[in-house]
Every structure is written in C-alpha cells, then in structure tokens.
C-alpha cells in the first residue's frame, strides 16, 4: 500500500484505481451483490464451512503473500485473509494493487481460525462492490473535532459502532412505546404536520409558505394535541402518534428545534388514571430497550425506575425552595424574584412564562422518578381544574433528573372556559409573549359539540437521551447543522419574521405617522397613505393575518415618494435608509420594496412578486387611486360606492388610466376576486372618509 499523507493526493490515487479497474473490465459500483451470510453468522460456523460475506474494508495489512483484513457489515467485524495460492495470482494482486481500505467487497470462501485463536474467513474470491474514494477517518487521526464528528455521522459510525448501537436503541424505544399503547388498545393515527393555527403548547412555531394555496402555514408544535381531542369528540376512544414535531426556539444539551414525539389519549380517564399508566409505560420501555431499570444519569448518579415514583407538588416546591406563593404573587414581585435568583427572562414575558422560569429554577436538585402535580392553571392553558382549588389543574409531568420528561392532563373540555383562556393566552401574545398559545376558534366550536373526560399525555427523545445519559444531540442521527461556507445558496421561501408569531413592529403607529408626515407634506400623499393603510389592515382582517404589520406597511410604503417624485427613477431608493433608521428590519423593508417591483424604479423592474404580503401591498395600494377617482365623481362621494360602479371605471382603461389594473388584479392572488376585492377597499376606506376628503 502506498504511503499517503494529503487526504486530497489519496483521492487522486483512488481515482486513478478506479480508472484502472474500469480498463480491466471491472464494474466497482455493480447493481447487485450475492451476499449469504452475516459476518455475525460466519463467526459462529464452524471451521471449514463455507460463508459468502460482504461489508466494508477497516484495516488492511499486507505480509507479501498473504494479506490480512478486517471486514465490517452490520453485525459484526471479521477478519477476512488472502493468500496467494489459494486464489490466483492476477486476483490476488489485483487486489493488492487496487483495493484499499474502506473499500466494500462481496467475499466467498471457508471460515477459519488462525493460529492465534481468530476466527477468519480464508478467501476463495472476491468482488468489488464499490470503490471508496476517499480514506476512512482514522487513517487521519480519527473525527476528534465534535462538529465534524456530528455533521459526517456516517463516517463516525464506521469508525465507532457504540454510535450506531445508541440508534438501534432509540429504535427498540420507540417500538417499545408503539407496542405497549397497541397492547393497552389504542389505535395510532396521523394528524397534520401544516396548521394554519399552531397549537397544543406554549411555544414558537416555524413558519412556512404553502404554494398551492398561497397561505403561509406553520409546522406543528404538538403531536396533534388539538386535533387528537377532535377524535375523542368524534367517538374515537384512545389514540395516539409518534412523528417528528418543530419549535423554532433556542439549541441546548436537552433541546432541538425537531424532534419526534409521543401523544395519546384516551377517552373516560382521568390523571390519575394517566399517571398508572404511564409509569408502567416508562418501566415497559426500559425493560425493552435497556433491559434494566437502573440508570446513571448526570450528577444525579443512579435512579431506579422501578422505585416508588414520588408525587411533587407544584406550588409547595416553589415555595419551599424560594419562599414565593406564585398563586398570590403578582408579575412583579415574579420579576423581582427571578432577579435575586439570577434567572434571565424577558420583561415581555407574561405570567405565565415568569412562574415556569421559577419552576424551572426549583427543579434542578428534583432527583425523580416522580410526578410533578397540582400545576397552576396560569401554566396550563389546556389542562381540567381541581374541583377542589380552581387555581390549580389535574396535570401531571414525569420528573427525571432534574427535569420534565412527560406532560399530561385531564384535558379540559369545557368550551366556555377553554375560549375565556385562549382569550387570556391571546392577550399575552399581543403584549409580546410568542410562546402564549393561539386563540383556535375551530377547537373550541367541536369541543361545543361535546368531548368526553379525556386524560393526555406526551413525551419526546428527550427521554431517550436522559436515559442514554447523553446531550441530546447526540441521540439524533443526524442533528441540524449550519451548513458549511459555500456548501448551498442562502434561500428564503419565507420571511424569519412572518404573521402573528414572529412579526415585532419597533414604533408605534403614532410614531409612523410622525415619520411619515416628517417626509410628506402634500396631503394627496398623506391621503394615499391613510387610504393605502386601511385596506392593508382589512385585508390583514379578511386573511386572518397581523392587522398591525399589514397596515404598517400601506402607512410606509411610499415614505420617501415626495423626495423623489421628480424624478420617479429613484423612487424607493431612499426608503431603506429611512426605514433603518426608524428600526424597521430587512424583512419589512423587502416587501415595502417589491411594490416596485415592474416599474421603473430603483432598478426594480426586472423582479417579480411572489409572497402573499407582496400582492397585498401591490394592489392595495393601487387601487386606492381608482377608488378615489370614482369617489370624486359622485355628488356623495364614497358615501353610497359599491362595488358594481367602480368595475365599470375599472374595465374603463381611458378612466384614471395611470391607474395598473393588473396589479389590481393581483388581488387574485391572495384568493380575492376584483368586484370582492373592490368592495372591501371601498368599504375600508369609507371609514376615514372624513380624514381623507370624501365626506
């Protein structure tokens, strides 16, 4: 074997092999191979039986006419040896000449054993399976660098098949759990992975774009908590999903932003009813997985499952860790606190958010296993009340280590409460908590029809890898990672900031119409403006999008047009710099520029709209002018204007022709036609008549 030392120069040798081989006749990617036994079956033959293996080449060791190798497959690692002689010389040296290590062959021959007492396989013939072009690892001092190791995982499991085991436990985990709810009689079901409204916990949502229907949507934040109960509503008794959930929130040893989960629920139960079960659920998986129920975990050193799980109460631990009453302290007094323990959190935060920060403080010397119970409602927007104290809710978490490894609740079915605390949830988002949960008037209307007491519960990997004893990132086959410089194009489908999750406006609308009335001082601008704003903020409305955003944008769009009318080329140009200055963000400033876009400005002209917010500008404001126009003919003004006597003016063109129907008509898509797009604007604008001259 020749000696390499630049992984790039062994590439090249390898390619030269490679080309070689093919000269010779030989294909080193067939389509097929003929292989009849693991390695794993070869090391319990015994010697002289015949064995025709495959896998990958780990080490290679040349001793002139005989060659020692290891062969790695799923199941095991076997030594393989050629000897000149008992396969002829040109495949012998063949392969001395042209195979290298990493390389993955198809052997057939006779199991052995070597004087040294290793089982090996003696090769009668072999093939080529596929040509390996680059070096294994070690031969490059291993994967020691911890990025490396996790973004080229499959080279790690190669080099280290403790990694690949930590993968088929994770398997027999989830399997385990399938088995144990099929058993116990509950039926698995899929609910959406796209939701219009993202809900079931508290936390940030991805946000993404559906093309076919032009709606962004956002990718799901529960195990289809809401729409799960919607079968219990329907007469479904128990289910439950496994799947792949996503929150966009920050990266730490126990969290990722995907991850698969559990859910289920079932029908005529209550907490209690859940929180047996459960336990016998997580000893079942640990037998099935671990076979134990022993584990060392963290400073905690061993737990036991099999040990009484202790009941911790939520209020009590609180108090007797820090000496505060979440149930009778205010927000800030919560503040107040969380600052002397020296815990972050964010002044916007709401109640809510501010306990569990307290509680996550509480719980870290929690050794478990246990169930935390008596949760105040403040944190549990989904969960039944105590009959016997309404501040507090029949929700249970298994506690593990120091943390929450499971949550489930006797789930709350009563719809007038479930809508009061929506609505309360609905008040923190607007005061600027994005974990609060979204207001689902569609859950609330089946949970009217009647759903049955109905206990639910959920746990994710985060188990797993409390169990393995290991970050969680190492417990993901292959984590997310920044993709490497140059690696792939920077693509956007949708803004980082998008809807009533993500979209933070850094003035008020007060302090916009100062701005904008700094840099216009002609009121036809103004009354465009004004005009412009309140058909965003209806069709935010009839869309059921950011009504403050949307109007943002109609009140700004134009912010720089009277220092650059007259020369209309440079309009938008100086908008960025404006927009900056006020806080206003890449995002906000991107869907003010492509108003532009197709007009000759800015150097505009050749870009095409292409989201939801850019149509919605583009013809709201447009259509502003020929409603204006229209309006100014008629003795009452907007006053009596409908929809049926602008399309006149509309299919008019010689009528305020300056005017673009087709960006009009762009209302379209956003799923309006003209005549009920025209009657939305007409009827938006007609309430500020008064402040805009047609009254």
Avoid at 626 to 647: E, G, N
Avoid at 664 to 685: D, P
Wanted: hydrophobic share 35%.
């Amino acid at each position: 074997m020749e000696k390499i030392t630049n992984i790039n120069d062994e590439k090249t040798i390898r390619i030269g092999k490679l080309n070689d081989l093919k000269k010779l006749g030989v294909n080193p990617y067939p389509a097929k191979a003929h292989k009849k036994n693991t390695l794993e079956e070869a090391l319990s033959m015994t010697d002289g039986e015949k064995v025709c293996c495959a896998g990958r080449i780990i080490t290679f060791r040349e001793m002139g006419k005989l060659t020692f190798c290891h062969l790695q497959d799923a199941s095991a690692k076997m030594q393989i040896a050629l000897k000149d002689g008992e396969i002829d010389k040109e495949s012998y040296h063949l392969f001395l000449k042209k195979i290298d290590s990493g390389d993955i062959i198809q052997v057939e021959g006779e199991r052995f054993t070597t004087h040294k007492g290793e089982a090996s396989i003696l090769v009668k013939k072999w093939t080529l399976l596929s040509k390996s072009l680059l070096p294994l690892p070690d031969k490059f001092h291993g994967l020691q660098d911890e990025e490396i190791r996790l973004r080229k995982r499959y080279l790690e499991m190669i080099d280290n098949p403790e990694v690949k085991d930590i993968f088929i436990r994770k398997s027999k985990f989830w399997n385990s759990t399938r088995q144990f709810l099929l058993k116990e009689g509950f039926l698995e079901v899929e609910t959406p992975a796209l939701e219009v409204t993202a809900g079931g916990a508290s936390a940030t949502p991805f946000v993404t774009h559906h093309n076919a229907l032009d709606i962004d949507v956002y990718l799901r934040i529960s195990m289809g908590e809401l729409w799960q109960k919607r079968l219990m509503v329907a007469g479904f008794e128990k289910t439950f999903e496994i799947g792949r959930q996503f929150r966009n929130e920050g990266m730490s040893r126990e969290h990722l932003q995907d991850y698969t989960q559990m859910e289920f629920y079932w029908a005529y139960a209550d907490y209690n009813m859940g929180m047996e079960l459960v336990e016998k659920l997580i000893k079942y998986i640990a037998k099935e997985t671990y076979n134990t129920l022993k584990f060392t975990i963290g400073d905690f050193g061993e737990i036991d499952l099999g040990e009484k799980w202790e009941r911790y109460d939520y209020v009590s631990i609180i108090k007797e860790k820090t000496g505060v009453d979440v149930l009778k302290t205010n927000d800030k007094e919560l503040k107040i606190e969380l600052k002397k323990l020296k815990v972050a959190y964010e002044e916007t935060e709401g109640r809510s958010s501010l306990i569990d920060a307290l509680w996550k403080f509480c719980r870290r010397s929690l050794k478990g296993p246990g169930f935390l119970i008596n949760v105040p409602v403040a944190v549990s927007p989904l969960a039944k009340r105590k009959t016997d104290n309404p501040e507090l809710t029949e929700r249970f978490q298994i506690i593990i280590a120091g943390s929450e490894l499971g949550n489930g609740y006797s789930e709350l079915n009563d719809p007038i409460d479930q809508a009061e605390r929506f609505k309360e949830q609905a008040s923190m988002r607007e005061a600027g908590d994005n974990e609060a949960q979204m207001h689902d008037t569609d859950f609330v209307e089946a949970l009217e029809h009647g759903m049955p007491p109905t206990c639910g519960f959920g746990f994710s990997e985060r188990l797993f890898s409390f169990l393995e004893n290991k970050p969680i990132r190492e417990c993901v086959i292959f984590p997310l990672m920044r993709p490497e410089k140059g690696d792939l194009e920077k693509i956007s489908v949708v803004s980082k900031k998008n809807n009533d999750v993500l979209l933070k406006l850094p003035i008020t609308r007060e302090e916009a119409l100062c701005a904008i009335k700094k840099y216009t001082k002609k009121p036809a601008n103004l009354n465009h403006y004004l005009e412009s704003e309140v058909v965003m903020r209806a069709l935010a409305t009839h869309l059921k999008q950011n009504v403050e955003y949307w109007g943002m944008l109609g009140l700004l769009h134009d912010i720089d047009w009277e220092m650059t009318e007259d020369d209309s080329i440079k309009h938008l140009t100086k908008a960025p710099e404006l927009l900056k200055g006020l806080g206003f963000d890449d995002y906000f400033i991107e869907i003010i520029l492509s108003h532009g876009y197709g007009c000759n400005c800015a150097g505009l002209n050749d870009k095409k709209r292409s989201k939801q917010l850019e149509f919605a500008l583009a013809c709201a404001e447009t259509v502003t002018g020929l409603i204006y126009s229209v309006s100014l003919m008629r003795p009452d003004k907007i006053a009596t204007l409908d929809a049926k006597s602008v399309m006149k003016k509309f299919k008019d063109k010689k009528f305020a022709a300056k005017v673009d129907r087709e960006v009009i008509k762009e209302c379209e898509k956003i799923g309006l036609g003209v005549e009920e797009f025209l009657q939305l604007s007409i009827e938006a604008i007609r309430s500020i008549a008064g402040q805009i001259g047609l009254k």
